[in-house]
């Protein structure tokens, strides 16, 4: 009975392990280029590389945009960094739609600090998965920011939201399968090193 209740007591806590919401990168993913458009005043759908881009407010939507883009005491992006999506707007977003459903979405970003800005990623029911408020702060130099995004463990990501604080996006990262946190590797590990030292306990007494 002790051996069995050790046993389950691995198998719950590998099972526990989870995957990261909000990253800092995405490994497994890959970048859909954005177009150089230049729309600005826009509201879409634009859709490129399997992505739908839309954006809410009236005339605050910017798609493929390589002009230069004011962050405040962030800085600016100066078309340096490639095509971006931005929303000229305190209070408005814009989305990126995946055609299907996937375990991982983000970019890198800026935004105006001071401004509330927002990141968030739904389901197909449109029900929120996670969000996080920016609060990070740059040097001030031009095309600086950060990448930041979710990865879920399986793949439920229907659309990626970012609204307000005149937020930028360029490298938009799309992962498909999600790749462990190196603390789930660890305890996969470690569950297997106890199951071995377990089964070395077990064998004599079964002799």
């Known amino acids: 009975m002790k051996h069995k209740f050790c046993f389950l007591a691995i ?9 990261a919401g909000l990253v800092t990168s995405l490994p497994g993913g890959t970048i859909d280029a954005m177009p150089a458009d230049n729309d600005g005043g826009v509201n879409g759908p634009i859709v490129f590389d399997g992505i739908t881009w839309t954006a809410t407010g009236d005339g605050v939507g910017y798609f493929g945009y390589t002009s230069s883009w004011g962050f405040g005491g962030n800085g600016s992006w100066t078309g340096a960094l490639g095509p971006m999506a931005g929303v000229n707007d305190e209070t408005d977003s814009m989305t990126f739609a995946p055609s299907s ?30 969000s996080d408020t920016l609060s990070f702060t740059t040097s001030g130099a031009n095309d600086t920011g950060e990448f930041l995004g979710f990865s879920e463990s399986t793949p439920d990501i229907a659309y990626f939201t970012l609204t307000g604080g005149f937020i930028g996006l360029t490298d938009l990262t799309v992962e498909t399968s999600a790749v462990p946190e190196p603390g789930t590797i660890g305890m996969t590990l470690a569950g297997l090193g106890l199951l071995m030292l377990m089964r070395k306990r ?3 007494a079964l002799r």
Do not use: K
């Open 202 to 204: 077990i064998a004599p």
């Open 11 to 19: 198998f719950m806590a590998l099972g526990s392990a989870s995957y």
């Open 101 to 130: 459903p996937v375990s991982g979405i983000g970019g890198f970003l800026n935004y105006v600090p001071g401004e509330t800005a927002t990141i968030a990623v739904y389901n197909a029911s449109n029900a929120l998965i996670e």
